[in-house]
């Protein structure tokens, strides 16, 4: 089975009454763009790990705190990154 397929089963046995997968998808949006070299990646990454705990373990409150510091990370490292173009520019 493919590894999309086995997240839609598993989304539907345990987590058929959340939006996993839209929330997902924002927090998909919210990382766009962002490259390894700014300075918030690392937190980033870890903010996003900790949502993927808190998915697995069924915990939509915590899944959803963690979306929301990874989403307010990423606002401010997009706004670093255009601060920094701006002054090489």
Avoid: P
Wanted: proline share 0%; with cysteine.
């Amino acid at each position: 089975m493919k590894a999309y397929e086995k997240l839609q089963e598993f989304m539907r046995e345990k987590h058929h009454q959340r939006d996993w997968e839209g929330a997902w998808k924002s927090l998909a949006n919210a990382t766009e763009g962002i490259s390894r070299n700014n300075q918030r990646f690392i937190l980033i990454m870890r903010t996003l790990e900790d949502c993927d705990r808190h998915f697995y373990e069924g915990n939509w409150t915590s899944f959803q705190e963690s979306a929301t510091r990874a989403k307010n990370l990423c606002d401010k490292a997009k706004r670093t990154e255009v601060k920094h173009e701006r002054r090489a520019g």
